[in-house]
């Protein structure tokens, strides 16, 4: 995607943004929309917790859906964005950044085949 095609799409969702705002009741259905998603992204993490699958990573991309549009959940976000800074996920290339996302969700996805796999085939795996 080139750099123009990038700053399009970018003014184009500030525009849509904007005018969702200025309306009051798309604007609450807005909040309702973000906070549904945010905590059930936050539920599912919990649940990943003790499940298969990548619990903090989704439970902090829950806590930035929430930020996104509520600002009291931009403090329980900060210890996430200085773990991720310290994590080097932040600074660097895009394509480094790229890099460790992909490794997190095919390491997630991963151990999960493999739980499920073992499982299947009478491995005796915790939480079963």
């Given at each position: 995607m080139s750099e123009q095609e990038h700053r399009g799409i970018?003014?184009?969702?500030r525009r849509a943004r904007r005018a969702v705002r200025s309306n009051p009741v798309t604007r609450v259905v807005w909040q309702v929309l973000v906070g549904v998603v945010g905590a059930g992204l936050l539920v599912?993490?919990?649940?990943?917790?003790?499940l298969p699958g990548p619990g903090w990573a989704v439970i902090a991309l829950g806590l930035v859906v929430l930020a996104s549009e509520f600002v009291w959940f931009e403090r329980p976000l900060r210890p996430v964005r200085r773990l991720m800074e310290r994590?080097?996920?932040?600074s660097g290339s895009p394509r480094r950044k790229?890099?460790?996302i992909a490794v997190a969700v095919l390491g997630g996805v991963g151990g999960?085949?493999?739980w499920i796999w073992g499982r299947r085939h009478g491995w005796n795996l915790p939480f079963g």
């Open positions: 970018a003014g184009q969702a599912a993490g919990g649940a990943m917790l003790v994590a080097g996920v932040t790229w890099l460790v999960s085949l493999v």
